[in-house]
């Protein structure tokens, strides 16, 4: 029975061809095309608002140079997002359940923001493994922290976006399940557990959006320590 939780999780696969890959390519294909035209309709105008918004909020810490990286982020960010919107509904798959995904997109981009600093700005990139005033006996110590701590970033923002989605859909299918069992033996304590359901939906749905809001922000925080 525990098994049977985890197949949601296992990449669908038709004819011996894994799935994985229309999965992602799909969210592209829902999209408004924005037209020519001056006056659109009411989605896309919602969709260039926030776009302008995001992009905005997300680009005011960082100078001039970091801007190029305005598309790239809103991008993803959209992208992240309707992903995690499509895997809440019935019978389908979520990419970002995958760590070899979300390593995927984690590990190129963080080692972008590495290069960048190491080749515009070597020295300052460097001092970040060494606080200013550190005692000299501690200063191998930190050095070796600081590296670590450098190279632990991706591995952080994959899992965090991993074990957030994995754990929400985890709950959902345990308390469904809950509700199925007791539906005919209580039905009272079922329509209870069905409400905390339905709440828990919700939150998974506020979780969705905001896991991919801080994947995308802690990119730019570290692009903006390197640009």
């Known amino acids: 029975m525990m098994t049977s939780f985890f197949d949601q999780f296992a990449s669908p696969s038709y004819l011996g061809i894994p799935l994985i890959a229309v999965a992602i390519a ?77 390593m995927g997109f984690a590990v190129p981009l963080w080692l972008a923001t590495v290069i960048i600093g190491m080749r515009n700005q070597p020295t300052v990139a460097l001092g970040h493994l060494l606080p200013e005033g550190t005692p000299i006996p501690l200063i191998p110590v930190l050095i070796i922290i600081e590296t670590i701590s450098l190279f632990i970033r991706p591995l952080a923002l994959g899992v965090r976006l991993t074990a957030n989605l994995t754990a929400g859909h985890l709950l959902i299918q345990l308390i469904a399940t809950a509700v199925f069992v007791l539906l005919p033996m209580m039905p009272t304590v079922a329509i209870l557990t069905a409400t905390v359901l339905f709440l828990l939906t919700l939150l998974e749905v506020a979780v969705a959006m905001i896991q991919a809001y801080v994947f995308v922000l802690l990119l730019s925080l570290y692009l903006q320590e390197n640009v």
């Open 26 to 102: 799909l969210p592209w294909v829902l999209y408004p095309t924005p037209s020519s035209r001056w006056i659109n309709n009411r989605l896309i105008t919602l969709q260039g608002w926030f776009i302008n918004r995001f992009t905005n909020q997300l680009m005011l810490p960082l100078n001039v140079g970091g801007h190029k990286w305005a598309l790239l982020l809103a991008s993803l960010m959209i992208f992240l997002i309707t992903i995690n919107m499509l895997g809440l509904l019935p019978y389908t798959f979520t990419p970002t359940t995958q760590l070899s995904l979300n």
